[in-house]
């Protein structure tokens, strides 16, 4: 972190940190129906496509490029010997050294609760989820949004998470072609809350990978394409002044301003990151009180917005008046409406699916 905290301010804080973290990480979204997919070694189809709601389970593989392991749901009615596009959400698992519990995590959200998992299902297409871990030792570490001292990391283990979920695409690309379901090169990327955090940075940091991403309940602001307001440096995740020390690239902005991007708050959400040590350093706090505003809605989420449009950046903006830090039926449809147009327009995506 930029900062340090004494060891009382640690403990007076920790407790109500650690419960608006473990209730964000457990947050269950709202899916429709409630089931167990299969685990098979052997996919169960009938004639062309799938019989039963499947999950698969690939294990870590450095060599390859991924430390952690990996979810593939596979819908029931998925085709097989047809393009798809690959859905991919991270998540929000909460604090804990133990893989196993993450992995169970993932595995919930894969399987049975997430909004990816409801959009896979209702498009039937395929469902990556990585076993991204947190550790509660290392609580400053907030990996699964991909701060600024997750991307910074020299750790082995948690290096470059990024380009660790690339890889895992790459190998999920391949293992879904061997059994019969080829997926296309650039993938759908959804989240809400951490995970919809990670994605918005992520698509910041590799946008011509993707091919339309979705997140929500973006605990402070959505990264912003800009390396400074009013004179005023805006290094990651802020902004965009320092990616390129960080990453050796330059940020694709032009990719960026053209990647299809749905938005999304409530207007009654008060979950604000910003406010807490885990996400945002005392430096980065200040600067977004005094260049964004304190209020996380209507306030700093209306000045997003302006930017966005000032930067001609691509980006469908939603405001939920009833909702606060969740998401419902409603929101969840119209998620699956918004990757539903960004689908190739043939017969296998077609409204009457």
């Known amino acids: 972190m ?3 905290i004494s060891q009382q301010t640690m403990r007076n804080s920790w407790k109500p940190l650690r419960i608006l973290l473990l209730l964000s990480g457990f947050f269950i979204f709202f899916n429709g129906n409630s089931y167990r997919p299969k685990a098979a070694e052997k996919l169960p189809f009938r004639g ?3 019989t039963s709601d499947t999950l698969l389970k690939f294990s870590a593989r450095p ?4 430390n952690f392991g990996y979810f593939l749901y596979l819908p029931k009615g998925l085709k097989s010997h047809e393009q798809h596009y690959l859905m991919v959400e991270t998540t929000n698992t909460g ?21 990816g998992n409801y959009t896979s299902r209702k498009l039937q297409i395929p469902l990556l989820v990585p076993i991204f871990p947190r550790s509660i030792t290392n609580w400053e570490l907030y990996t699964h949004a991909l701060d600024r001292e997750t991307l910074l990391s020299q750790d082995a283990a948690i290096k470059r998470l990024d380009l660790q979920l690339l890889a895992m695409i790459k190998d999920a690309r391949k293992q879904l072609k061997q059994r019969g379901f080829p997926v296309k090169d650039k993938f759908f990327m959804n989240g809400f809350s951490a995970s919809g955090t990670f994605a918005n940075r992520f698509s910041m940091l590799h946008p011509e990978k993707i091919k339309a991403m979705a997140a929500g309940g973006i605990n402070a602001i959505p990264i912003l394409p800009v390396s400074q307001l009013k004179e005023t440096p805006l290094n990651y995740p802020l902004g965009i002044a320092d990616v390129k020390k ?4 330059e940020v694709n902005l032009k990719a960026f301003n053209q990647l299809p991007k749905m938005l999304f708050m409530g207007a009654l959400d008060e979950n604000d990151a910003v406010a807490f040590d885990d996400a945002y350093s005392a430096e980065d706090r200040e600067k977004v009180y005094a260049l964004m505003g304190k209020q996380l809605v209507p306030q700093r989420w209306e000045f997003v917005q302006e930017i966005y449009s000032k930067q001609n950046v691509k980006t469908d903006f939603r405001t939920y008046s009833h909702m606060g830090h969740g ?3 409603k929101i969840n ?3 699956v409406e918004f990757f539903r147009k960004h689908m190739e327009d043939d017969r296998s995506y077609s409204k009457t699916r």
């Open 48 to 50: 062309p496509e799938l």
């Open 246 to 249: 960080i990453t050796g690239r």
């Open 2 to 4: 930029n900062f340090k």
């Open 95 to 115: 604090l804990n050294d133990s893989i196993e519990f993450h992995e169970k995590g993932a595995q919930y959200a894969a399987g049975q609760s997430s909004v």
């Open 327 to 329: 998401t419902d039926k």
């Open 63 to 66: 060599e390859a490029g991924f």
């Open 333 to 335: 449809n119209e998620l």
